[in-house]
């Protein structure tokens, strides 16, 4: 149903663009429209990994700067049935994650020193998880091509508001169809593109749950992501929203709750659904987390974790992430 829904979803924004060009010019005008957008995709898929990791200064490291951390994907990626990505670190105190690629064979997966810094060994297994859930579903190519012609709908409503406003209402949209067509191209792609966001994410998160063996690790981590989201700013993101879906947890302040603008589902909800997720493998799952706790910082891979916690998350001993 999840794969079903992202596309017809995803033949609407089609549609929506097409659309528009449709208004502007016509037959030939969605056409035109058509081209662009295989055009822009065309490049996208070349080049999006490069100009976001570029965007956010993520630099790659290796087993010889960063042992543990790439020594923890390859681990999982094998679990996963994926080639090895690439492995990329942030200098950004917001933990955070995302992965990017066209595909299996050239993905990548980014996370920030504040990931690395504030959590467990077996949170950070759980956050990678689900990053190579995303690669493993393609969805970091899908989330390109609705970033891509959702921002090309906006730029040809703009584009119509002047080539459609010197126009009289019978031979074209006129002024007023104009403005309505700008207003309201732009945000119906928007709807779009979060609700296909909103989609993959709980299938990320189910399918990196089962990845790691341990769901309420995963859920663990979106509780201090979140948490740390809303009181440490990610500038960059800030900068450009329209990256904010390719993260784990929406890196800009002020989107915590699940409606029609939010680039991802709840937190609530989505360790709602973790925790009936653990309850069906069996795992531990009697913690009851609340989306808005604090947890305190520890040191990264939980050498200084004991085996639990009061909250019921086994955490295991530190030889592996899934004990």
Known sequence: MNYLRTA?????????FMGVGYLIGGAAGAVIALVIAAATNLF??????????????????????????????????????LPMPRVFLMDEPQPNAFATGRNP????????????????????????AHELAHIKHRDTLLMT????????????????MFFGGNRD???????????????????????VQMAISRTREYAADNL?????????????????????????????????????????????????????FATHPSTQNRIAALQQLAVELGAQATASI?????????????????SGNSRGFSRGPSRGPWG
């Open 8 to 16: 017809i979803l995803l033949a609407g924004l089609t549609a929506l």
């Open 44 to 81: 996208t898929y070349w080049n999006s990994d490069r100009m976001v990791l570029s965007m956010y200064g993520a630099h790659e490291v290796d087993r010889a700067s960063a042992p543990e951390l790439v020594g923890l994907v390859a681990e999982l990626a094998g679990r996963a049935g």
């Open 290 to 306: 609340g989306a808005n706790e604090n947890y305190p910082p520890r040191s990264p891979w939980g050498r200084s974790s004991p």
């Open 145 to 160: 091509i609705t970033a891509t012609i959702a921002g090309a709908i906006s730029m040809l409503a703009q584009f119509g």
């Open 105 to 128: 064979e050239n993905a990548a997966v980014a996370v920030t020193t504040g990931l690395m810094h504030q959590l467990s060994r077996e949170e950070l297994a759980g956050v990678i």
């Open 169 to 191: 209402n019978n031979n074209g949209l006129g002024i007023v169809g104009s403005i309505l067509m700008m207003i309201l191209a732009p945000l119906g792609a928007m709807l």
């Open 208 to 260: 990196g749950a089962r990845i790691v063996g341990q769901p309420m690790w995963l859920a663990s981590a979106l509780v201090k992501i979140e948490s740390a989201a809303h009181q440490v700013p990610n500038f960059e993101a800030e900068r450009n929203p329209a990256t904010a879906h390719m993260f784990i947890i929406n890196p800009l302040s002020g989107h915590g709750v699940d409606n029609l």
